[in-house]
């Protein structure tokens, strides 16, 4: 039943897949530190967008994703400085969608593209598509990376970091624009709608299972590549879409990661009230 | 607002003339006023009895007993992580406690009558709401339904805004208030509910000299006039010399209470602390100073107080002290 | 004469089903304005977006059952709020987490449900004309649901509405008042739930979030007080709405010619214009000078 699992046609589903894993998991763990699920959840709807408008002139499907994902990032950075993050967000989202479906309503789509585009298709990646997909991971995964200590320092204390010298918007931008990259290379495979569920699961357990934030970001990108190999499974023996998948295996990792936490309760060394010491 | 001298706040309830007693002078306007009754006719708002609060598993408050009669001004001392956020909210009823208990006269039912201004509230400049809808708040912010405008309402809230020397500020949003006006629109509105007992976190922090000697001076004039217990927490014991007449110090989640002057003194806290501690009086400001290295781990609210660089009070009568 | 047949095309008014969502639309629009000041006053702007996908789930689910819609959209809104509920975080961020990850999990679900649709019944357009919605395939059938949806978010507002804003000052306060902070804030989720279910069924989910959020954010900066911001909020989504319609009428005799452009399309154009202009008009006004403060 499973033979065909990796034969020469879904090597490269298996190759792209991880690749995506490990892009989702290193932004994800900033994701979630700092709390961005919503611009995560956000961005990839610009990426829908430029897919939709990338199908009208019939051009790359990663070259229109990469556009609007970049424009949707410039627009949360340039806004969501003044005014309220969220309120930015959403109305940048909902811009996104609207264009987007205007795009599609104005050219002649399939509602099947229109799905794959929202829900992933992983099985039909093409080896024309994975060379592209490494660079970008690299990059946005190296983007991460050499920002790390900044990106941490900002995440726990945006106040500390300013007085060191460190520009927390400036930060801030740099890691909206990574979010954009992974969006972007994760497009085809899980879909619009379930790249952000990939970047906050496996963060989110893994973040609950241990303090040390070097290992927890090891920990999370281990646990999406176990997210999407499976879903790849899954979906190559149910033929269901891979989004499926994800989105169950996030909230599972979810609830993993509260039950550790709620049976791992010691006492802390700092209590919740009443004491910065 | 002129400078020495505050606005004589209102008082809804009537307890004492409004305006008639000099508050610029504070420290000594106010021992004069207090001394008027004796402390054994006040009745008791705040007892607390052998308190212990545990959170997380960790001890925060150990044996902390003391009580509080109306009209009286009380400091809860103590550095960063002392559990001083700990001791209001149990009071409030927001902690739970582990032992003793704590009381507050009159109350009955869920909500005991006590007015509370949090440490740091962030406001967004664009909430659309003003100093007088924030006070109203204060009267009915927990009851159901519509509010029907009311000119009684109305009136009861500009005597309030007025009573903190706020009227002014009535029709701005609150979150573009500067931190010592907000300070007085949340006074305000915790007194709008009618409480027995006004319960402050912190409220001198981030207020430069000069505000906070008004927050003193209108939290004693507010104690004074209206017969309201105010119990506030600070981590530098200056600023509030003049008008304090019991301290709670706390200290490792212990705490040494009493009459100010009996507590403020090398041999108590010495005994707190558990090493030697000096208290030294100097040009009307009192130094406590913890020599020992092994607190300085406590934060460096230490230093500010050992130090005594913060208060700048005009000379206390010292005989005023009990 | 020839300058209103060129804002209203011919037929405009003459038309059933833009009638019904001329009617229709400010309905939503009037529901959403005060339940949507007090989310992005509380800072729940995602979780408002979040039911309006969470419903769509539930859409699917119903085309795949072959029951009424509406009865997928309310009972997912529902069990949204409630898993959310459930999960509930004290913290700010964490919050938005759980949100995102309820909201993870019933995209997926809708992934699956949308593609068994799709391969079991040929019904493929359901993806778009769940999510995307279509304000002028209101039918009439939908009132009593519009009413049962919209009047309780209505009511739920108006009972906890001293509760919600002191809440949103500041949580402490109105914990200090008595408040029941966990009650208040679980009606206030089912009410957001509610009225998004019932944006999401009559408008589409896209419409949905910016209806909730844009007006209200544009109202926070024309008045210092709550109940005019949410007359604001509810004026300017009544008028997006409808010029959103009158616009996309019109927009049969653009090009493509005959498909015409989304409504959603120019509702949320017009409801970020809205926006603009009031945050530009903030950073206009000159601050509040502090006053008093000088000797």
């Known amino acids: 039943m499973l033979s065909g699992l990796f034969s020469a046609f879904m090597l490269h589903s298996w190759e792209a897949t991880s690749v995506v894993a490990v892009a989702a998991g290193v932004v994800g763990f900033f994701v979630v530190l700092r709390g961005s699920t919503f611009a995560a959840h956000a961005i990839p709807q610009g990426a829908f967008t430029g897919a939709a408008a990338a199908a009208l002139l019939g051009t790359s499907t990663l070259l229109g994703a990469g556009v609007f994902s970049f424009l949707a990032v410039g627009a949360l950075a340039r806004w969501g400085r003044r005014g309220r993050h969220d309120v930015v967000t959403a109305l940048v989202l909902v811009i996104m969608l609207a264009t987007g479906s205007l795009f599609l309503s104005v050219g002649s789509q399939y509602a099947q593209q229109t799905f794959s585009l929202l829900f992933g298709e992983p099985l039909a990646v093409s080896s024309a598509y994975l060379w592209p997909t490494v660079g970008l991971a690299a990059a946005c995964t190296g983007l991460v990376l050499v920002s790390y200590r900044r990106l941490l320092l900002t995440s726990a204390a945006p106040e500390l970091a300013g007085a060191g010298g460190v520009s927390p918007a400036a930060v801030n931008f740099w890691f909206l624009l990574a979010i954009g990259a992974a969006t972007t290379l994760a497009l085809p495979v899980v879909g619009a709608l379930l790249v952000f569920s990939l970047m906050i699961g496996p963060p989110a357990a893994a973040r609950s299972l241990t303090a040390r934030p070097g290992v927890a970001l090891g920990l999370s990108v281990l646990l999406a590549l176990v997210t999407t190999w499976a879903a790849l499974v899954g979906a190559y023996w149910s033929n269901w879409p891979l989004g499926f998948f994800v989105g169950v295996a996030a909230v599972l990792w979810y609830l993993l990661g509260r039950g550790a936490k709620a049976w791992g309760h010691r006492p802390r060394t700092a209590p919740a009230v009443g004491s910065s010491r | ?322 | 004469m020839s300058v209103l047949h060129a804002v209203f095309a011919p037929g405009f008014f003459s038309n059933g089903p833009v009638q019904a969502a001329l009617v229709m639309g400010a309905v939503v629009a009037l529901v959403c304005a005060p339940v949507g000041v007090l989310a992005v006053l509380r800072g729940q702007a995602f979780a408002g977006h979040a039911f309006a996908d969470i419903t769509s789930t539930g859409g699917s689910a119903a085309v795949l059952l072959g029951i009424s819609p509406v009865l997928g959209f309310a009972a997912s809104a529902a069990a949204g709020a409630a898993s959310m509920e459930g999960l509930g975080a004290r913290q700010r961020g964490d919050r938005d987490l759980v949100t995102g990850t309820v909201l993870g999990g019933a995209l997926g679900l809708s992934a699956l449900l949308l593609y068994l649709s799709t391969t079991r019944q040929g019904t493929s357009g359901a993806t778009v004309s769940v999510l995307f919605g279509s304000i002028f395939a209101v039918s009439a059938a939908n009132w009593p649901w519009v009413l049962s949806l919209g009047l309780p978010a209505l009511a739920v507002v108006a009972a906890a509405y001293r509760p919600l804003l002191l809440g949103s000052v500041s949580p402490e306060l109105a914990a200090a008042r008595g408040v029941r902070a966990r009650l208040v804030s679980a009606m206030y989720l089912g009410a957001l739930a509610a009225s998004v279910a019932l944006s999401a069924l009559t408008i589409g989910a896209v419409l949905s979030t910016a209806l909730l959020v844009g007006p209200a954010a544009a109202a926070l900066g024309l008045s210092s007080r709550p109940g005019r911001a949410m007359a604001w909020a509810g004026a300017i989504a009544v008028v997006s709405v409808w010029a959103g319609i009158v616009l996309a009428y019109d927009s049969y005799s653009w090009p493509p010619v005959g498909r015409g452009w989304p409504v959603s399309f120019f509702v949320v154009a017009l409801v970020t214009a809205f926006y603009a202009v009031s945050r530009a008009g903030v950073r206009r006004r000159p601050r509040r000078q502090p006053a008093g403060r000088g000797s």
């Not at chain 2, 606005?7 to 508050?23: D, R």
């Not at chain 2, 509105?189 to 008004?214: C, I, K, M, Q, T």
């Not at chain 2, 304090?244 to 705490?255: E, F, I, N, P, Q």
Request: glycine share 12%; aromatic share 2%.
């Open chain 2, 1 to 322: 607002m002129p400078d020495p001298t505050l606005p004589a706040p209102a008082t809804p309830t009537g307890a004492a003339p409004a305006g008639a007693l000099p508050i610029g002078a504070v420290p000594t306007g106010a021992d004069a006023g207090r001394r008027t009754t004796p402390p054994g006719q006040r009745l008791p708002v705040l007892d607390v009895e052998g308190l212990g609060v545990r959170l997380g598993g960790r001890q925060v408050l150990s044996d902390v007993s003391f009580h509080l009669c109306q009209g009286e001004v009380a400091g809860l001392i103590g550095s960063n992580g002392a559990g001083k956020t700990t001791l209001l909210r149990a009071v409030l009823g927001l902690t739970p406690v582990s032992a003793g208990h704590v009381s507050v006269a009159g109350s009955r039912g869920r909500r005991p009558p006590v007015g509370y201004v949090p440490q740091k509230v962030v406001l967004d400049p664009d909430l659309p709401i003003r100093a007088r809808d924030l006070v109203q708040l204060g009267q009915d912010g927990h009851r159901w339904g519509l509010p029907w405008p009311s000119a009684a309402k109305r009136a009861a809230t500009e005597e309030l805004l007025a009573g903190v020397g706020a009227l002014h500020l009535a029709d701005a949003r609150v979150g573009q208030l500067s931190g010592g006006e907000l300070q007085r629109v949340l006074v305000a509105h915790a007194l709008a509910g009618g409480p027995r007992l006004l319960l402050l976190d912190e409220p001198l922090a981030n207020l430069d000299l000069r505000s906070a000697r008004d927050t003193v001076a209108l939290l004693d004039c507010i104690a004074r006039q209206q017969g309201i217990a105010v119990l506030m927490s600070t981590h530098d014991v200056n600023p509030l010399m003049g008008v304090m007449d019991r301290v709670v110090y706390l200290a490792g989640g212990r705490a040494a209470t009493g009459p100010t002057a009996d507590v403020v003194r090398s041999d108590v806290l010495s005994s707190l602390y558990g090493h030697h501690v000096d208290v030294l009086h100097a040009h009307g400001r009192v130094i406590v100073s913890i020599g020992d290295d092994a607190h300085r781990d406590d934060g460096c609210d230490a230093v500010p107080a050992s130090a005594g660089v913060l208060a700048d009070e005009p000379e206390p009568s010292r005989s005023g002290w009990r």
